[in-house]
């Protein structure tokens, strides 16, 4: 039998696998009383938006995009449910469907930035570029500190051909989440 030996990026990367293994165990644990309060109240949009995702982080994106829905149906003007559906129908490369559900969330609050920023990430999938980067600036005047909308705002610069632009967007992304990286320790 050889010995095995791990580099400090093989350790890393194990060690990495276990924190998302325990969080999948605790998404878990999550659905499980999410359910437990949906058999109580079946009617509570809230409920049924925070199970949509909770589903959508365990890459169950069709029974995420079920809750959102059903979120949807009970309170049409649920904001949060309609930024969800827009998420889950972009992880299912619905992007044409995402965009309007992004855009229905951004009607209900404009202040939004999680919205325009997943706005602008579905504008980007349908090579609206120009598009997406308003959207990803919108997001950013609302929220000068999100990572993501820097990270979407670099791809359409790029796909624009803008590449100093896109770098300077992708390295404050950086910025960003080696900060909330930091703060977490």
Same mark, same amino acid.
């Given at each position: ?23 999948? &165990?605790?998404?878990?644990?999550? /659905? ?25 982080? @365990? +890459? ?25 559906? +827009?998420? %889950?129908?972009? %992880? ?6 995402? @965009? ?17 920023? !997943? ?13 997406? /980067? ?5 997001? /950013?005047?609302?929220?000068? &500190?999100? +990572?993501?909308?820097?990270? !979407?705002? +670099?791809?359409?610069?790029?796909? /624009? ?13 950086? @910025? ?10």
């Amino acid at each position: 039998m050889r010995n095995l030996s791990f580099s400090k990026s093989d350790s890393n990367l194990m060690i990495r696998r276990k924190e998302i293994l325990e969080d999948m &165990e605790k998404y878990k644990e999550l /659905l499980h009383d999410f359910n437990k309060s949906l058999d109580k109240e079946p009617e509570n949009s809230d409920l049924w938006t925070d199970k949509g995702l909770v589903l959508f982080l @365990l +890459g169950s994106y069709d029974e995420a995009l079920d809750a959102c829905n059903r979120a949807i149906q009970l309170n049409s003007d649920n904001a949060v449910a309609w930024n969800n559906k +827009g998420i %889950s129908l972009h %992880s299912l490369e619905r992007y044409d469907e995402a @965009l309007e559900a992004c855009e229905r969330s951004i009607q209900i609050n404009s202040e939004f930035s999680d919205a325009w920023n !997943n706005k602008g990430n579905a504008l980007n999938c349908l090579n609206r570029h120009e598009e997406a /980067l308003d959207s990803c600036n919108h997001a /950013l005047l609302l929220d000068p &500190e999100y +990572g993501d909308a820097w990270n !979407n705002k +670099g791809n359409a610069l790029n796909c /624009l051909g803008r590449f100093d632009e896109a770098l300077d967007a992708f390295d404050r992304a950086i @910025l960003i989440e080696k900060m909330i990286v930091e703060a977490d320790k």
